[in-house]
Nanobody
């Protein structure tokens, strides 16, 4: 199971970096996605680090593109979500999820991901 960390409270315009680790396995061969669920909202795709036919690729949800960045540190077996210019509407529980590309395409759909963390809360105050 992946484990998230790095959540907390921040003022609008601030930054946070979330981390995702997976004990007992390296992340280098897994697609990693970040999803979030805000108050009263459905779970939403945030970002993914995966592969397509041409090699490694990153995807972002429309609401975070240009503000959030997903990255990997394979030596540390970590995946990060750098969140800048945070807005109150970014308030949510953030979940890290792992998908196995050997099982098929892993992209922006939560259905592509088999292993989910417990989530970490991010609260952005105005």
């Amino acid at each position: 199971q992946p484990v998230e960390s790095g959540g907390g409270m921040v003022q609008a315009g601030g930054s946070l970096r979330l981390s995702c680790a997976a004990s007992g396995r390296g992340l280098s061969t897994y697609a990693v996605g970040w999803f979030r669920r805000g108050p009263g909202r459905e779970r939403e795709f945030v970002a993914a680090s995966t592969w397509n036919d041409r090699g490694p690729v990153s995807y972002y949800g429309d609401s975070v593109r240009g503000r959030f960045t997903i990255s990997r540190d394979n030596a540390k077996r970590m995946v990060y979500l750098q969140m800048n210019s945070l807005k109150p509407e970014d308030t949510a529980a953030y979940y890290c999820a792992l998908g196995d590309p050997a099982s098929g395409t892993v992209g922006t759909s939560e259905l592509h991901y088999a292993w989910w963390g417990q989530g970490t809360q991010v609260t952005v105050s105005s």
